[in-house]
């Protein structure tokens, strides 16, 4: 158990106090499976959540099969923690385990090696459970180690240390491979500049200029999914790119000197992957001042030293109003950063990302969107919508739109509710009458 970390020790006691639920008296591998899949913001569940995506409720399906394992099983009343015992499997499940943490290079064997040992035959019918799943156990070793980016289990408490970073940032790749992004349209000019600046040796921190609503951060999505599809080049490949929370970091962060632990975890974390992950920070004038208030540095005098020394790369983006007046004013912080300006796309590219849009709003709304629709949401956003740029505020005029159409075709006049009520009354009535017969 010492070469256990603590989120598996925590994953083991979950699953014996199951085990005592449901009067058994060995700790089988089933246990530890279940153990892991009921630990709070369980990694074992964002990790087949992340490899196979398109079932959202796999996770939740596989808990049931579990539990449903176990009914037939013979029970023994009384049982308790203090009794339990392992069984074969799990004592091999350990062996298997500890193989996995030294084949990922750990000094300690964490979450990921013990779901890895969960596939070995040797670990009983738990591995034919996850194949009647459809899990591999090649994909979920691809995932834990694009998940890792390089990182080792040197510690026990290594894997609270990746619930941080975790905890405030947002994997876009993550997002982009589960495909729960919206399809980027144009805006090959300013994705492949981004490309460009991040492939330089140094100065490689490109920051994106624009008014809110030209789509900087969609950019940066569509990088996102262009590192999951492969196209970019080698030294960009396998890298993840995660947007910063700021505002996870600053909630609750009162007293002195927490916003700087939380910021100091979050770096530190970033530079332990060793260029792995690439951190996105969506309106970088924000780091000029925050943590400030708090009686402690801002975020963007803890960041200098690492983006300065290339132990850390970031993509900002931000208005030209606040890179002026924030940014621009600190001259260490401008030199780290590449400037690139976006543009205000013409109602004709408008149109033409409104067109790429429109399948999943047609989805999400159940209903058809014309050709005419969108060409009038691109015109009429631009003609009476004065304080955004395009192609926000064209998305959230055909959103809008959208709704307000679905509302109207799915509203049932009072009438009609009326008698289907008086229906639904008349089938109880005749219900209840043949069954007092």
Do not use: W
């Not at 350990?94 to 969960?118: C, P, R, T």
């Not at 990088?223 to 492969?230: C, F, G, N, S, Y």
């Not at 679905?406 to 009535?429: C, D, F, G, T, Y």
Request: aromatic share 4%.
């Amino acid at each position: 158990i010492r070469y256990f970390t603590d989120k598996v020790i925590e994953a083991l006691n979950t699953g014996s106090v199951e085990m005592v639920n449901l009067h058994q008296n060995l700790l089988t591998p089933d246990f530890i499976l279940i153990g892991m899949l009921e630990q709070e913001a369980s990694m074992t569940i964002k990790l087949i959540e992340t490899s196979y995506p398109k079932n959202k409720d796999l996770s939740n399906q596989i808990l049931e099969k579990l539990f449903a394992t176990q009914e037939n099983q013979t029970k023994f009343e009384g049982s308790t923690i203090q009794q339990i015992q392992s069984s074969a499997e799990t004592e091999a499940c350990f062996e298997v385990a500890l193989q996995e943490s030294k084949k990922l290079g750990d000094k300690f064997i964490g979450l990921d090696a013990m779901f890895l040992a969960l596939f070995d035959k040797r670990v009983g019918h738990v591995s034919d459970i996850l194949a009647e799943f459809g899990l591999k156990y090649s994909k979920i070793l691809e995932d834990i180690e694009i998940m890792r980016g390089g990182r080792n289990i040197d510690e026990k408490d290594a894997e609270g240390k990746l619930d941080v970073i975790n905890q405030y940032t947002t994997d876009l790749t993550d997002l982009a491979r589960r495909g729960d992004l919206d399809p980027v349209i144009g805006r090959e000019k300013e994705i492949h500049r981004i490309i460009q600046i991040l492939s330089r040796r140094k100065k490689n921190n490109p920051v994106l200029i624009g008014e809110p609503g030209v789509g900087k951060t969609v950019i940066v999505e569509g990088l996102a999914q262009r590192m999951v599809k492969a196209e970019v080049p080698n030294s960009l490949m396998n890298k993840r790119v995660k947007m910063l929370e700021m505002s996870e970091i600053i909630a609750g962060a009162k007293m002195r000197g927490e916003f700087e632990e939380r910021m100091k975890a979050v770096k530190d974390e970033i530079i332990s992957a060793h260029g792995n992950i690439i951190l996105f920070i969506d309106e970088l004038h924000t780091i000029v001042s925050a943590g400030a208030g708090a009686g402690g540095v801002d975020a963007s005098n803890m960041l200098k030293a690492a983006l300065s020394k290339g132990q850390l790369q970031c993509i900002g983006s931000t208005t030209l109003d606040e890179y002026k007046k924030h940014i621009e004013e600190d001259k260490a912080l401008a030199r780290r950063f590449q400037p690139i300006l976006v543009q205000e796309p013409s109602i004709e590219e408008t149109i033409d990302i409104l067109t790429g849009l429109k399948p999943k709003y047609e989805q999400h709304h159940s209903i058809n969107f014309q050709n005419e629709t969108l060409q009038a949401a691109a015109k009429l956003s631009e003609k009476h919508i004065t304080d955004r740029a395009l192609p926000d505020k064209a998305v959230d005029l055909l959103d809008e739109a959208g709704s307000a159409k679905h509302l109207m075709l799915s509203h049932i006049p009072p009438v009609i509710r009326k008698l289907e009520n008086h229906q639904n009354e008349l089938a109880q009535k005749q219900k209840k009458f043949f069954t007092d017969q």
